[in-house]
Structure formats: C-alpha cells, structure tokens
C-alpha cells in the first residue's frame, strides 16, 4: 500500500506492543470495526488487504447482549455520539463462531472484554487467555462494578483490585482501557501498572448526550453516549501525554485519529501505537490511510524510523 | 431466502458526477462507479462529497446512506443515480453536486429485495407501494422484475405535486397509480388506499408486495400485508454512521428479541421480521 | 432587535437567575467577552445594542496576573483550545478602574472570583460584594487549593467548606462555575447547593492539548489548554442534564452555544439560562443572534414563553 | 501617541465580493463595505467566508485576521482591497472567494501605523521596509503619507519572484526598491541590506521607519534602527480568535513585563515596546 506518489524512502514502522508483534502502529479502536462484517460486506479484498496491523474485537460479556435501543447515533460538530450499549454474542458464542475467523485476519487479534465483577472479568479472561490464535486481552473498565456500585475505570483502588485478581490467570498481555471520564486519568493509568497491566489503551468516548431536536426528549434510546471523532482529539492528545509522562508501559493512543499527522501528534504526546475509531466509519480503509500518511508525516518531520518519533520526548 | 448479494469493492473510492438535475421537490444526480459491481434493487452506498463535505456547524460528518434509483451500465463502467430529498445538511451537500464534482463512494452495501418466488413459491406478480423519495428503490426492483418477465403493479402517494419528484422519470412510461393526499390529482388520499383495493380485488395469495417510503405509510403496508397475509419486503431507514456492519448504530428491533443491523440484514426486511416499521423514528424504543 | 422575518407573536425570554432580574436568558461566558474592550473597538454603539441580558466579568484574583506566555490559541475541529491563564489587573485595580464603567453596561453585572485558597475567595467576595451596581458572583473553582493541593472544583468536601467559608460574607448570590473535568460534576453541585450556593454554571473547558505540527513540542505556552465551543457541546449537554437533575438551584448551562437551538437544547436538558463563549469570537454580536434564535426556536416548537421551555422536564 | 483610531460598527457584516485575482504567488480580492469608516493604515478586519467556512478536518473554525491593503471610496460604501498568501485552511477559502461570494467581515480594529510626527517631532520622511505579504499594510501607509505630503523611500524583499505578488499593483509606480534573496532582480540579498546602507547614508535622525513581513525580518529591523537610534513601528502578527479583545489570545510580551493584546494595542507596535519580534513564533516564551 505504498503511495507511489510519496517521496523519500519508506520508514520502518514495525514496532510492537507489549510483546505483541506488529507490523506498524496502527489498530482499531473495540468496537468500531466489526472485521467479520466487514468481510461480508466487502468479499475477500479485506483480507488481502487488511488495514490494521492489529486487531481489536468488539468488547465481549459473559452473557449474550442485545444493546441499547434506538437511537444509538448522533452527528454533531465533527464527531459524533454513540449510545451502542455492547452488543455481543456472549462469551461462549463469541468463542465458538467467532473467535476462529478472526483468527485468520494474519494480525494478531486482541479481545476486549468487559464485566460488572471480578469474577466475570476472571470467567472471560481465563477462557479468551486459553483460546489459540489471541495475541492479548483489552479489559475495558467503563461498566459499574456490581459489589461496589463504583465504575471499576474511575477508581484507582477497584482497578488495582481488578488487576491483582486477573494478573496470575493469563500469560497474555493485559490492557486497561482507560475512560476519559475522571479528572486525572493517569492516577488510573499508574495504578493499573502497579498491578501488573502490560498497557494502557486510551481514550475511551466521552459522555455526552443529545436532545432531540423535535420534541422533549433525549435523542438517544438509552438517554446518553460518547462522544468520538476528531472533536475530542484535544482532550486525547492531552490524556494521552498525561498518562504516558505517568507509566512506563506502553499506551494505545486513540480519540479522533483521522491521518498520518493527526496520529503523528499521538506519538508525539507519548503513544506507542495509535487506534482508529469513528474514521472507520467514514472510509472503511482509514486504517492504511492513517498507516502511509504516518509514514508520510514521519518522513517530512524528517524522522526515519516510527522507533525516533517514539522515543521523542516532547518539551 | 435472500437475494444475492453483490460485494462491495474495499474501502471508499472517490468517483465523479455525470450529471445532476431537479425533479420535483427533490434532486437526481449520477456517479459514474468505475470499480464497483452493478447493485442489486434494493442496496445502498455511502456518499460523501468530497473536499467541502464538513459544513457550517461541524456537520455533515459522516457519510449519508442513500439508496441506488437506477443504474445503467457503461463501457467499463456503471452510472448510479441517485434521488435526493434535502431535509439537512448532509442531503444538502449531495445535492448540490454538478457534473465534473468528487464524491466518495462506499457499497454497494446491504440486503436488497428478493424475488417474488424467493417470498411466495405461488408468487405470480409483485406489487410496488412507495411513496416520497421511498420510489427511488422500488424503481429499480421494478426494472429488474420487468427484466426477469414478473408482472407487477406500482401504486405511490404523495402529499402533493411538489413531492412527487421523479416518478416520471425513474417509472418513466410504465403503469403507476398515483395518489396524492391533496388530491392534485390521481385518487386522493392514501397509497394504502390504493393498496387496499388490490388486494380486496385480488386473489392476493398469488402477490407479493414491496414497499418503501415514510416511516407511516410502510407501518400501514405492513400491518395490511399482515392481515391479508400477503408476504411483504419493506425498505427501511435508520440512521447509519458506516453502512457495513462497524458501528451497530443501525439497529432494528426484531419481533423474536435484539435488533438487526439494518446495513448488513437489511435495508430490505420482512414484514413478519420486525414489530413496527416505526421503531426508528425520534425517541422510539 | 426583533428579526423583521420572524413570524409568530413575540414570546416572553425575560427570566431570572436567583434572584437577579434578566431581560433574557442568554449571558456570555466569564473571560469571552471584555466589554470595555469592546467599548474602545465598537463605541457607545455596543451600548445601544448590548448583546448579553446580563455581564459575567472576566475572571479577577486578588494579585494580577500577566497571563500564561504566547501562544495561548489553538483552533481545533470545531472547537478552540485556549491557554489563556487569567490575565486580570487585581482585585484592587479591577475594583478602582474597571468596576464603574462595567456597572454602566445597563444589565446586571456578575464578577467572576477566583483565589487558591478560602482566605483570598474571602477577601474577593468581601471586597466585590460590597460595592454598588454588582449583581452577583461567580467562583471559579478550578485552581488548585494552596492548602490541601486539590483542585477545589474537583472534590465535594472542598466546594462545601469554601461555600461554608464564604456563606456569611455576602448577600449577593454565589454562583459556582463547575469543571467539567471530573467522572460526576453532579456530585460538586449537589455539594455547592448543600453549602449554601444559589446557583452553579457550566460546562467550563475541557483539559486539552496541541502538539506543534512543526516541531516535538506543545504548541501552547503553558502546555495545556482547555477545549471550547461546538465540539465540547455534547460533552456539556450531558453535564448540564445530570447537574440538572441533581440540584434544584438554577443552572447556568453553556458550552459550545451558538444559535437558538442549541440554547433550547440547553434549556431543554434543564439550564435556566445559557451564556455564549467562543461563539462571541466569531461573531461579537452572537450574544443577540442567540437570543433571537432562541425566541424564533421556542416558537417553531411551540412554546409560548421561555418559562413553559424551563418547566418543561425532559423525558 | 498614536493615530485617531476608527471604530468599527459594531458586529459582523455580510459584505460582497467585488473581485479577485492571482497576484504573484498571492491572491487579492475585495469586499464592498456598505457600513463601516475608511480604515487607517495597520488596521486590520476578521474574515470568515459565508456559506462554506467550516472545512474538511472542522477547520477553519475561527475568523482570521486580514491587514487592508488598500481602499477606495465608492459611493455609500468603501472597497476593502486584501492580500492573500494560502499557508492554511482560512486563507485558503478566503483565496477560494470570488465575485459575488459573501464574507462576513468585523472590523476595521487595532491600532494602525502613527504618522512620522508623532513618532518623532523632528521626522523630515519615513522609510518604509516590508517582506512578503507584509507589504500590504504598509502599501496602505505609503499611500497615507503621500496624501499628506510626507516624503518616503520603499524597501521591499522577498525570496523569490514568486513570493513577491502585489508589489506593482499595490505601489503601482511609486518607487520602491526590491531586493531578492535567490537574486532574481533588484539587490541580491535581505531589505535589511537596503536599509542598513540607507540609514548610513542618511540624516536617519530625522527619518522614521514603518516595517511589516516575516517576524525573522521584523526582528532584524527592530534591532537595526535600535542601533541607530531611529523611531520603528512594527506591524506584528500573533494568532487570533477574536481581534476586538475579547479572547485575550494574541498576547505579545512587552519590554516592561506583562503582555499586550495584540488586536487591541497593536497590531502595530513600536520597536522599543517589545522584547522581540519573533515572540509570537512557535514554543517562543
Ligand atoms: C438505507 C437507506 C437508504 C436511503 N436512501 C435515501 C435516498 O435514496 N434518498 C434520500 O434522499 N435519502 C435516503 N435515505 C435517507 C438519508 O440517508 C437521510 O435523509 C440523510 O442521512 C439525512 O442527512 P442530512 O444531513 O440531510 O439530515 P440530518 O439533519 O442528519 O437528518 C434529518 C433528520 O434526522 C434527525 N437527526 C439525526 N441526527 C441529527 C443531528 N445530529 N442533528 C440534527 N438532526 C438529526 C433529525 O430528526 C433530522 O430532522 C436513506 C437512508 C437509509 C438508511
Ligand atoms: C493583524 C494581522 C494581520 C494579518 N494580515 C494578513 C494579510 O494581510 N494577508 C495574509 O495572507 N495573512 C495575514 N495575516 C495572517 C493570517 O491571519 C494567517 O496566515 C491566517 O490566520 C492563517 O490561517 P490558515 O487557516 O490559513 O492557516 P493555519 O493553519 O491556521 O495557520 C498556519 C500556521 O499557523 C500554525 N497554526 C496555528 N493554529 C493551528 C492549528 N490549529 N492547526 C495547525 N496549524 C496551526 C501552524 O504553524 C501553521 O503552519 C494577518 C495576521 C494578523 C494577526
Ligand atoms: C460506535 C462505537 C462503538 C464503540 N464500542 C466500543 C466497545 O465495544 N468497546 C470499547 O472499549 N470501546 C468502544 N468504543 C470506543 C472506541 O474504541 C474509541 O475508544 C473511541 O471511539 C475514541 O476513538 P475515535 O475518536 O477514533 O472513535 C466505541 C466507539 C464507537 C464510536
Ligand atoms: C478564551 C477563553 C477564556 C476564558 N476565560 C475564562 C475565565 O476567565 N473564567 C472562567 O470562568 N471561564 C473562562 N472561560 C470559559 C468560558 O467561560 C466557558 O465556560 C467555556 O468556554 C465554554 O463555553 P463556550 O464553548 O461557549 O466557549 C474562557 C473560555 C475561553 C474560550
Ligand atoms: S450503519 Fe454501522 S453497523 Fe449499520
Ligand atoms: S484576538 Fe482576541 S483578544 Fe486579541
């Protein structure tokens, strides 16, 4: 997927993730890639052509899910709401029908997964951390832990207690899926790291809601969502930098990644590797678009390998 | 039984406009696909101008679904038209496009309509209810179900003159029976009016129906499908951020429980699949 | 300046906000508009015609501040970083030259505070509170308290003792600026309204940051910045909602306002009034446009008065 | 002591646009003011292009802000001349206006250039010394001192022919002196050059010197006629959200501490007022 039109030598941008292998920076965001659709939609051209150098699953639950009801989408000024609510097979059909084609993307596959307790969280990760073919685990932590009625991502102590229990369950990277939604994120950050995380990934949407524009009521079936796109790349890029100048694991970059520069920028605040989301969304090949334009921007910036701008400290 | 279902190229290609004009209230413009298939009656692309697609007010932002009226091939290639109702921002841009303009083009994506066969083995002929911009995909199931030698009728409502944009040209000498709730002219009143009278008239077990258009109507289409038991395919709206199973934004409550992608399993679905053809509208659920 | 095209009656906007009579709903946003600097660029025309039913006052501490060194902008996908860092002559030297011709603006004034400890709020309320042709004060408590350290806006216990601190130095009405920055800013307001404040007011920006696209450093002076204008403002519709629902004092609600309708989504999701911030830059009489629009929008949904808007609870 | 300051009517106003056209590597065009004064010369307007503003990316979000180049008189209205040079997505649209388009405009604001006078009592002339786009405030101020009868010599430089769009349509043929650095034509070399030989060559006590262009050349002017002890007034840039003195985000830092808004204060500024010319560049301070 060289541009034949870029100038200069290509730029090494293999790099990897806590021990996962990758063929250069750039994963999609959970949740805003369903590869297996995608493949329905688009025949067998994705696999040839796969725009991520990893994979990221949608989040998956023990029990099956059906999701929020309608509306689960907004557009507003460059960016957009999603009330989705996790819709997921659960987590036995998630490994019996899914699990093996996902396999078989040639990247190596991350699974989210999400519960309301630890031992939900243990159920899943000792049967995902069991499963041939994952490279690693992506726990989001947005979800109200149901014995402390505390969100599990906003308090430093339940995610300490969270990653104690699950760090000795799997050999495979864990990643702490941050929420914007907390006044110093990288508090989080640095006690998932004292408990063992491998990784940080960040940011999660930002709530937000919508009113709809006819009558007196929320737009959104479930009365709120998150925010994603290009609006919030500010407030990622200074989460991201907050949260990478406080652990020394590496982070997954992401909210509103929509070119090379703008993923550039991610690097730069101190990412290790980026993930798009909502440009997904608007061109279904973003994921290489973010991929020759990072090697594009690296290449004016006059860097010449993605390893410099990683190790750039930003002043 | 569905349709086959044509693949779309991967990723969004940036295509020009062949020709646009006005038709009514409403706007017809062609992209002229030199990579995709040729789609089938019923599926949809994403669109998106390109260059000046952001607009005041940092909308639009996502790409717009809109549903192919008709196609024609040309020499290594395939002209899409497209007919347009502006009601935002999004619509807006799309139909403002002239000749020589860029869009980017996503699909053809989606579930289209089946063959009348596929719903009905008895099936002898289809009948077409559509209304509002909702003839743009009835249109083409029309053509390919002339093309394939079934018989079929096309009834459509309006509200009035001024929303019965390009009936003439999609449906251009076929029969159709025009209804217009102002009484214009054709019956006055409504589609299912029409709808109604048909399938009293008829030995209707023998038909099928296809139907498109507002939220309203369509419920009203299902409902009378429902109690003439008359199998019935219905082209659905709902909003769509991607078009190809990424973002689960799409969902259509199903009468057995959960939600339906409408970009991947629909946006053509049963009758008997979904509780209400208004489950998408503002605040419902 | 009713719009000669708009159709319908005239419909009532007058309102208050604890206490303090508005002609309208529509204020600015503290440190959006310099009304004596708007005076030197416009003349006595901005008299004539001014924008906001009531003036919130950039904000003052007790010291004067120089503000955060260049530069202190950054444009963003529908939106605005600023780093600005409370430029303010000081609480005498606002006192002595400012103060006189803002109470000759003919709306009612309202001063913004803010001191990184309860002695300074004290001293500022004291000394505001005690001058003629002042309506009202606003605390900005987002600084960090010299004593504890904590960002005063962030944590309840610390909202409860500043109000409990200040209750008693004056009868003018409080009204609390919130941060945005925090998992629940319902909890702060519920705290504020606890400790005696008569009104809170919200979104302020969101911690943001911009990368120099030219060099590996911050493009802001200071490092960081804070994210206004339309790309924040589902972020501070949901916020307003929750404060909303969580406190029965008036909510001032603004963040990304820039025409009637999204005000009404504001008043809708339970602001009393709205103010107008970054919105002023584009346009220094957005003040009017959005109350005019909001008029035209209260009557399009049919609405016969701002106060039915107000009752009206969302569902 | 400076200048009489026009107000500006208070607001934005939607203007037309006259005309536009490439000049060099610049674009001029100019906007029919139907309500606002005669600007002075240094003063400047916020733009924003009606319609289409907001672009790909949700930029430019913003106004920007546009010295007047030139004005002239029509009747009931004043036609505001602008240079453009395209560094970005709202200079970009602004270049994109052509004949007819609406731009809303604000202003005129900021305090323009001084006359020599009042700049130095003993002033017999003035020299003017501009770069780059920079030369467009102060075509306006050449044109103000020669309505008044005041004697001045023009310096301008740039780096190439391409970059030096303007130049014969905005001094016409009032002389100037050009000096390239690529050695295209002219002196080969910096203005700066020009200058220093001038002010060695002159009485430059009794001269005054207005410079506007790239902040690296504004700092070299500074310096130079602080070493000659000649009176300097700089048309400075910094980036603005507001230009009426609302946002406090154009701060430039002032010799005596603290900062000036920009919009307000300046945008011209004299030499011995700030610490460097170049403060407003980018990570400075
Ligand atoms: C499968 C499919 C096929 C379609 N085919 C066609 C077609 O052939 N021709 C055609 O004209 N249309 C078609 N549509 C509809 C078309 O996609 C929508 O009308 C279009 O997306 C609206 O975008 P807009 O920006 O013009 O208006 P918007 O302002 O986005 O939408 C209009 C309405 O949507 C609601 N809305 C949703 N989000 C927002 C928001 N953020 N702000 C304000 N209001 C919002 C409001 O109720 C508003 O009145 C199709 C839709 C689908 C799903
Ligand atoms: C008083 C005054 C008078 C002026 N007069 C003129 C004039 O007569 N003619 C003229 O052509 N120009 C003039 N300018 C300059 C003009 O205002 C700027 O060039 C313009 O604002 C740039 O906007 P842009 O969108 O084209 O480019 P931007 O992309 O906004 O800016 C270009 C540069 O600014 C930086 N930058 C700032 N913010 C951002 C951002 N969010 N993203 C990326 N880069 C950013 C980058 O370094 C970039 O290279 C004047 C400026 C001032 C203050
Ligand atoms: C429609 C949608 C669905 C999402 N679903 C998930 C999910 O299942 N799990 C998760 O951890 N994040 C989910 N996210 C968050 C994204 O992974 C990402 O963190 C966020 O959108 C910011 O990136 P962006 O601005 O590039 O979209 C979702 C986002 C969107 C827009
Ligand atoms: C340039 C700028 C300066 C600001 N200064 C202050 C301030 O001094 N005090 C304060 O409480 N809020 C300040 N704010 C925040 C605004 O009052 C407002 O809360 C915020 O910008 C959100 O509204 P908006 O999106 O309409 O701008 C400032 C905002 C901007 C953009
Ligand atoms: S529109 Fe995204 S999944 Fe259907
Ligand atoms: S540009 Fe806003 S204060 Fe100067």
Known sequence: MNDPGRSGPAIDLSTDLCGIPLAGPVLNGSGTFDALAARKAFGDELLNDFPFAGFVSKTITVEPRAGNPPHRLWETPSGMINSIGLPNPGLSAFCERDLGPLTELGVPLIVSVMADSAPGFAELVEAVGGRDGVSGIELNVSCPNVHSGLIVGEQPDEITALLESLRGLTDLPLIVKLTPNVANPELIAAAAEAAGADAVSLINTIKATAIDPDSNRSWLGAGGGGLSGPAVRPVALAQVRAVSAAVSIPVVGMGGVTDGSSALEFILAGARVVAVGTENFRDPRAGQVVRDGLEEALHRRGFSSLAEAQASTLS | ?285
């Open chain 2, 1 to 285: 039984m569905a349709a086959e279902r044509p693949i779309a190229p991967f990723g969004r290609r940036l295509c020009r406009v062949g020709e646009s004009h006005a038709t009514g209230g409403y706007r017809i413009f062609s992209l002229i696909d030199e990579v995709g298939p040729e789609p089938a009656p019923g599926q949809f692309y994403m669109l998106t101008a390109a260059g000046d697609w952001e607009g005041a007010g940092g909308r639009p932002f996502l790409p717009r679904a809109i549903s192919v009226a008709r196609t024609s091939g040309r020499k290594g290639a395939v002209r899409l038209d497209f007919l347009i109702d502006v009601v935002g921002p999004g619509t807006g841009r799309l139909a403002g496009l002239v000749h020589g303009d860029g869009c980017h083009l996503a699909g053809p994506f989606g579930q289209g309509f089946s063959m009348p066969k596929q719903l009905n083995p008895d099936a002898a002929g289809a009948i077409l209810v559509g209304g509002g911009i909702g003839i743009a995909p009835l249109a083409m199931q029309r053509r390919a179900l002339t093309g394939r030698g079934v018989a079929s009728r096309t009834l459509l409502g309006f509200r009035d003159r001024a929303h019965s944009g390009g009936v003439e040209e999609l449906f251009g000498c076929e029969e159709t029976r025009l209804a217009f709730e102002d009484g214009s002219s054709g019956h006055t009143g409504y589609v299912t009016d029409l709808l109604l009278r048909m399938l009293d008239g008829d030995d209707s077990g023998r038909g099928v129906v296809y139907s498109c258009g507002p939220p309203a109507m369509l419920e009203a289409v299902r409902r009378i499908c429902a109690d003439y038991s008359v199998p019935v395919e219905l082209a659905l709206e709902s909003p769509m951020a991607c078009g190809y199973g990424a973002c689960f934004g799409c969902a259509v409550p199903l009468v057995r429980g959960g939600y339906m992608r409408l970009c991947v399993d629909g946006p053509v679905v049963r009758g008997d699949e979904i509780a209400s053809a208004m489950a998408g509208e503002a605040g419902a659920g």
